[in-house]
């Protein structure tokens, strides 16, 4: 393999599942609440851009109401099929590859999407593209650079933040996604010519065990894989990890999610 090829990473469909479901739990809240800032109003038109196991797209169907009408996308659409909403359209799409109608939507969004493009510009040019004159685009991605112990004191502290400096150092080199994307998201949105813009972000203190927590467990080890074979980390550094965020005397500044929308010009 090329040094230059990016690392695909593998999971089952009960894993991707399972964590999909810890992530809605974790940023749904925190999602919804930018997005009322915006205001998505009855008969709306929303695009959910890697819609994943589908709780926002969900969520904007209610807000839109019958008359409007929301559109969630993905590559692989096998969580997404199993919801059936009169006013939802699910379609398999690559935000890529594939092409999105031009001025169409009243808001499009996405949410951890970006972090594991090797081009996240040209996604967000295209959603910007889709975006109708008055409409909206909001995009919001996950940062792991705030991530540090909270107790210095503990001896498991240096090591902690250590492994997950490195491990953030490994998968940004082979290409594997992008741990550090979501202080990018203010600098992707702003050369696009949108006014109203609003930036946000957001982190909490987490304690071993609880969902952010079981969250990011389940988001290392989605990763550990190809950073193992690759020497990046040995396994009885994941499984330190892993004992630490299963641990409820253990506490840590968490990933931030960063957030940031602006308004195409009339």
């Known amino acids: 393999m090329s040094e230059h090829e990016p690392v695909r990473i593998t999971e089952t469909a009960e894993e991707k599942l399972n964590r999909l479901r810890k ?19 009855v008969g709306w ?26 559109v969630a996308t993905e590559i692989d659409t096998r969580f997404l099929n199993r919801l059936a909403i009169p006013n939802l359209e699910i379609r398999q799409h690559d935000i890529v590859r594939d092409a999105l109608e031009v001025g169409e939507y009243d808001l499009v969004h996405c949410r951890r999407v970006l972090v594991d493009l090797q081009e996240p510009e040209k996604a967000v040019a ?4 889709a975006v109708r004159p008055g409409g909206w685009l909001m995009i919001e991605e996950e940062d792991y650079g705030s991530i540090l112990s909270t107790d210095f004191t503990n001896p498991a502290a240096t090591p902690f933040v250590d492994v997950w400096r490195g491990g953030i150092a490994g998968l940004r080199k082979m290409k ?21 813009l609003g930036l946000g972000g957001w982190t909490r203190i987490v304690r071993g065990g609880d969902p952010t927590a079981e969250f990011d467990a389940a988001s290392v080890q989605m990763a550990a894989t190809p950073l193992i074979e690759a020497g990046q980390l040995k396994q009885e550094q994941l499984s330190s990890i892993l004992r630490l965020l299963q641990d409820p005397t253990f506490y840590y500044l968490g990933s931030t999610i960063f957030s940031a929308w602006g308004r195409k010009p009339e």
């Open 45 to 70: 038109k929303c695009l959910e851009v890697g819609a994943g196991a589908g709780s926002m797209a969900l969520w904007f169907s209610t807000r839109v109401g019958a008359k409007g009408k929301v």
């Open 176 to 196: 594997i996604l992008d741990p550090l994307i979501g202080r990018k998201v203010r600098e992707l949105i702003e050369p696009l010519g949108f006014v109203d």
């Open 126 to 129: 295209r959603m910007a593209e």
């Open 23 to 41: 992530l809605e739990r974790v940023l749904d809240p925190i999602t919804t609440r930018y997005v009322e800032t915006i205001g998505v109003a």
